[in-house]
């Protein structure tokens, strides 16, 4: 009888990293992940009893919504007790939205769920599958001295970084090296040992249970900013039937436009009971708006600071947020305050 020394629950949703080239006819097929072992030995050395669960039908990540995020939650859910960590097998393009959607679904959790993929199919040659899928499960099983997780946190481990899930963005469709985590440092990097940098990782409350969340509403728009932006588009936006809440991509440091007609849209907006959040197109920094003029105008327009949460994120949390039915001005204090660690704590001076 085997000693095994953790229990993990892989869980396969689609994505490059799971197919196999049929050897007869050239096509792409799903790997049989129920023999994990059996094509990669390697993973017998931890001694993990490895259970699998796949998606039917299996999803192209370009086609996962909130339907997918509640069923990745509720197979948590039902196996958490009786597993030490979780990963996640998912296509790359929208890992990242997919891991923040899960770090504010799933509250307070105390096990790691590790989020992995790759750009070559398991089966090729050169593939990066086996390397991420490899160290993934071992991320998802280390625990520390007195028996605790080592990563209690939803991340996403790629091309030897480890990641908060809700800190990460895709950033390269071709290199091996596919995400990154602009805003927050790393949680921990493989080589010949995996380091963790402990004082970056979450850590919950052992003296509370944890909580798992299905309410989200998706009724949200992207407003990227561009010069040369139009009035006739602005307010098309601002009015589009069914929107609740308005993710502002601005300039710089949340800098946008200071029209007259713009700043206006945005307070008739506001005044609706649209909720806008302004974070920056630029891949690092921080949307501080008290710093210039063109950003005190949106403070004083109703516009809240998303500080520097990926867009990603802040589109994850206003779901939830506003899934949960909390008022506008509840909604807006939480988007103030880390929830699961995905944004930096807010600068009081913009209170």
């Known amino acids: 009888m085997i000693d095994y020394n953790a229990n993990i629950l892989l869980i396969y949703t689609g994505g490059t990293i799971g197919m196999v080239e049929n050897n007869v006819t050239g096509a792409l097929e799903v790997f049989d992940f129920g023999h994990l072992t059996k094509h990669l030995p390697e993973l017998q050395r931890f001694r993990f009893h490895i259970e699998t669960i796949v998606f039917e039908p299996i999803i192209d990540s370009s086609d996962v919504s909130p339907v997918h995020w509640k069923r990745l939650v509720k197979l948590i859910e039902e196996n958490y007790d009786s597993h030490d ?23 307070n959790l105390q096990k790691p769920i590790v989020f992995t993929g790759a750009q070559l199919p398991i089966g090729k040659l050169r593939t990066d599958a086996k390397e991420n899928l490899i ?77 798992f969340h299905y309410l989200m509403d998706s009724e949200i728009v992207i407003f990227k900013l ?93 779901m939830y947020l506003l899934g949960h039915k909390y008022s506008r001005e509840e909604i807006i204090v939480r988007m103030r305050v880390p929830l699961a660690g995905e944004m930096t704590r807010f600068d009081e001076r913009e209170i």
């Open 135 to 211: 160290t993934a499960m071992e991320i998802a099983a280390d625990k520390d001295s007195i028996g605790n997780p080592v990563v209690p946190e939803v991340c996403i481990f790629f091309q030897n970084y480890l990641l908060r899930g809700n800190r990460s963005t895709k950033v390269n469709a071709d290199n091996f090296n596919a995400f990154a985590s602009y805003n927050y440092p790393i949680l921990g990097k493989s080589g010949i040992h995996i380091r963790y940098d402990q004082s970056k990782i979450l850590k919950p409350d052992y003296e509370k249970r944890v909580r």
């Open 226 to 318: 561009f010069p040369g932006i139009n009035q006739k588009t602005v307010e098309a936006i601002l009015n589009a039937e069914g929107v609740k809440a308005v993710v502002l991509e601005t300039y710089g440091s949340g800098n946008a436009p200071r029209y007259e007609w713009f700043i206006e849209a945005l307070q008739d907006a506001v005044k609706r009971g649209l909720i806008i959040v302004n974070i920056t197109q630029c891949e690092m920094g921080c949307v501080e708006m008290q710093r210039y003029e063109t950003g005190r105008e949106l403070l004083r327009a109703g516009v809240v600071s998303g500080y520097d949460a990926t867009v990603e994120a802040t589109i994850a949390k206003l």
């Open 85 to 107: 960590g979780f990963v996640i097998l998912h296509g790359t393009d929208t890992m990242a939205y997919s891991a923040s959607a899960l770090s504010f679904m799933i509250e």
